[in-house]
């Protein structure tokens, strides 16, 4: 199987994690966005059609929107720092196999070496395809 090289940062600054990781934030911010707008309107509009409301309830419930604004942002943004995380562990597990098999490819094509094979980890999501290559390398080779 050869020699496993070391890990790369998680980051790698290749197209396809820029595009993975585009996808996940708009597909975090977008909806979060939308819902939390119209849930604002939503209570801001209760609150004001009500019209036998005394003063002092609608006084009593300015606190209570602004604690649950905090509440929710001091919340979201933690949550949304851990879903980039993910998303930055996920992708880089997707795009660095590709990355490696790709500098593989570039290295046994340089050498012309017809008896090395491409490295394969455990857990790589495309060890699959990478065996099928390997397998086939292999019948090339007989």
Known sequence: MGKFPTRMKFFINEPAQI??????????????????????????????NMPETPGFV?????????????TILL???????????????????LVGPMKRLQRNLDEMTKKGDGRSRLI??????????????????DKVAK
């Open 19 to 48: 595009k993975i990781l585009g996808m996940l934030l708009i597909s975090i911010v977008v909806p979060v966005f939308f819902v939390g707008t119209y849930l604002y309107l939503l209570i801001f509009n209760i609150i004001n």
């Open 58 to 70: 609608a006084a009593s419930l300015d606190p209570v929107l602004h604690k649950t604004n905090m």
């Open 75 to 93: 919340s979201g943004i933690p949550i949304f720092l851990l879903i980039l995380i993910w998303g930055l562990i996920f992708s880089h597990r």
């Open 120 to 137: 394969v980890r455990k857990n790589d999501y495309i060890k699959p395809l990478i065996e099928s290559v390997n397998r086939l390398l």
